[in-house]
């Protein structure tokens, strides 16, 4: 089993910044994979960006240039950068580590936007 835990999120303005973090626990060996996935209300759950074992990186469009994904993995932990937020960037962002066949997930952190 792995768990996880976000933190970092908050309100913020239109043009600021925040740093999410995940730090996972338990059954850490293995994983092939961290991504960042997001809900907005009314909304699918969306993926927002994920790194490789190799810290090989991947972004949605829409933050593409604004968002940065990085791991410790001496810290067993994630992090997600996010610059220049806009009120659509307004969500729950969740945590997700995939492990063989497995996906685990964190409870999510709740991130405001105001315009």
């Known amino acids: 089993q792995v768990q996880l835990v976000e933190s970092g999120g908050g309100l913020v303005q239109a043009g600021g910044s925040l740093r999410l973090s995940c730090a996972a626990s338990g059954s850490t060996f293995g994983i092939n994979a961290f991504n960042w996935y997001r809900q907005a209300p009314q909304k699918q759950r969306e993926w927002v960006a994920g790194?490789?074992?190799?810290?090989?990186?991947n972004y949605a469009d829409s933050v593409k240039g604004r968002f940065t994904i990085s791991r410790d993995n001496a810290k067993n932990t994630v992090y997600l950068q996010m610059n220049s937020l806009k009120p659509e960037d307004t969500a729950v962002y969740y945590c997700?580590?995939?492990?063989?066949?497995?996906?685990?997930w964190g409870q999510g952190t709740q991130v405001t936007v105001s315009s």
């Open positions: 790194i490789g074992s190799s810290s090989s990186t």
């Open positions: 997700n580590a995939v492990k063989a066949m497995y996906n685990y």
